[in-house]
């Protein structure tokens, strides 16, 4: 898949967890089933970004061909936030909200970490065959059940 803003837009919006998505009886991220959620700590809050844990998983490979045409992206290197927007093919965005869709599919997929570095913080990429995923239900109690891991290429289920 070629990194065009449409095609993050897209996979984004595929899976993205969305608020009308939700059972009706849960009213809260804590009491939303089968959400792989990630709270981003923000200058005035905390944003919150839910994603379908198995589309996380089937589309982990599309992320890895989307994040492996951002120019200078390794893992023996770090970019700056901005320059998640280079492909390199020249600029794919500079809307900061899309660029926050490639960022957080990659985390969210276990391929991308920010790091802090000579007193900035960088983003790194995390070698496919290190990352590991936790995929994780949270029940109608609001706790938090281990349903499988996957490792590089492998995927584990938990069982019960």
């Not at 065009?4 to 919006?13: A, C, G, I, P, Y």
């Amino acid at each position: 898949m070629e990194l065009t803003r449409e095609n993050v837009n897209q996979l984004f919006s595929e899976c993205e967890w969305k608020i009308e998505d939700w059972p009706k009886e849960a009213t809260s991220i804590e009491n939303a089933p089968d959400v792989a959620w990630m709270l981003i700590p923000l200058p005035n809050g905390i944003n919150i970004a839910g994603f379908y844990p198995d589309k996380i998983v089937d589309y982990s490979d599309t992320v890895s061909e989307l994040l492996d045409q951002v120019a200078y992206l390794s893992e023996k290197t770090g970019i700056s936030f901005p320059m998640l927007g280079r492909s390199k093919n020249g600029s794919w965005s500079e809307d900061i909200y899309e660029i926050q869709k490639l960022y957080l599919l990659g985390v969210v997929t276990d391929q991308l970490l920010a790091l802090p570095t000579n007193g900035r913080i960088v983003i790194g990429r995390i070698p496919k065959e290190k990352s590991m995923v936790d995929i994780v239900s949270v029940d109608e109690k609001g706790e938090a059940k281990l349903l499988a891991k996957k490792l590089g290429d492998q995927y584990y289920k938990v069982d019960d």
